[in-house]
């Protein structure tokens, strides 16, 4: 039962350029998205989310982009920062259900920043 | 910044055996969360809980799993007779109100032996 899915399992890029983290969605009662960063022996962290009446929502460096057609969302991570290596999780809810209470997470991706 | 914190880091049982763990809220948090995740797998939902009574849990979250907020501060989840599948990192998570993101601890680490 993967209603989100993220395919890359990992992705390396340089310093400077931009990250790119993809993640898809089955559910189409899912309204409400949201990307975690985690780091080793901690828990996730909220970075950005994103309602379905947006199609993007920015926060300094994190930009999130919806395409509710493809059930697709993506996190641009610009300038890319040695700090930002990290696993994200995409998250998705079903807001008429009492808000976020019962995210459901993606698989993550394992995001390499190379000095 | 206000923190969850969870207690202990890591937990080591024998199977058969019963296991609570701790989650502090952040103070002004109403609403209350267990996530799990097993080594490899994604972070799964397992309960939440508002107004001291569960609001929604998921098939995981069976007879063995139990929840309470005994002191109005801590938050336990409770595991009657562990299993070795019960394994895995147990994440507690608050949240001021609704249709905002969580706030997730760093976790506990439930090695069942």
Redesign the interface.
Known sequence: DQQVKQNSPSLSVQEGRISILNCDYTNSMFD?F?W?KKYP??????LI?ISSIKDKNEDGRFTVFLNKSAKHLSLHIVPSQPGDSAVY?C?ASD?S????????????TRLTIIP | EPE?T?TPSHQVTQMGQEVILRCVPISNHL?F?W?RQILG?????LV?F?NNEI??K?EIFDDQFSVERPDGSNFTLKIRSTKLEDSAMY?C?T?GW??????????TRLTVT
């Open positions: 409400y949201l975690y022996a901690e828990g996730p962290t909220f989310s999780f998250a807001s259900n009492f808000g976020n209470e019962k995210l459901t997470f993606g698989t993550g | 969850v969870q609403y969360y996530y797998q994604k972070v799964e939902f939440s508002y609001s929604e998921s994440f998570a949240t609704l249709a905002s993101p969580l706030h997730f601890g760093n976790g």
